[in-house]
């Protein structure tokens, strides 16, 4: 016979949560820290791109006591700010530049089956929405993940169906 303990473990992994329709990613993890007079307060912050690669994308950002609390605040945030992303055929329909804080980012469109040109954060963001062929560029001097996440995210949401 099973005790107490045993039941109350099996329940709990016995249910097996429903795969979801969005991709993540982790794009950046930072330490931080708040000095107040008490001393310094360490936090992680995170920031996640979610995706279902058929031109729904969105980012989350959120800190937390340990890397897995912020990683969950994060990836529920970015559920909720989802975008869509008018995709034509596997691009954008037309060139985009977008600025938030010192980040700047242009896209433009790519031919069929150039692929993805870009770095970093953009490429993430880019193939989580579904988008295989774009060609991108960083404007500024920025290296800021979070910053050129955002430049992006306002690059992809002013676009236009055409």
Do not use: W, Y
């Amino acid at each position: 016979m099973e005790n107490k303990q045993d039941r109350k473990f099996n329940k709990r992994f016995r249910k097996d949560k429903p795969k979801s329709e969005f991709d993540s990613q982790l794009l950046d993890l930072a330490r931080v820290t708040r000095v107040t007079g008490g001393g310094k307060q360490l936090r992680f912050r995170a920031v996640i791109v979610v995706g279902n690669k058929k031109g729904k994308v969105g980012i989350g950002v959120s800190k937390g006591k340990d890397v897995q609390m912020a990683v969950e605040k994060a990836t529920r945030l970015a559920k909720k700010h989802i975008i869509l992303v008018p995709v034509s055929g596997e691009t954008i329909p037309h060139e985009v530049m977008a600025k938030s804080g010192p980040a700047i980012v242009l896209l433009k469109p790519q031919g069929k089956g150039l692929g993805l040109v870009a770095g970093g954060v953009v490429r993430v963001i880019c193939r989580l929405a579904g988008i295989k062929d774009i060609s991108s560029k960083l404007i500024s001097r920025s290296r800021n993940k979070l910053n050129i996440a955002r430049a992006t995210m306002k690059a992809l949401q002013s676009l236009k169906k055409r």
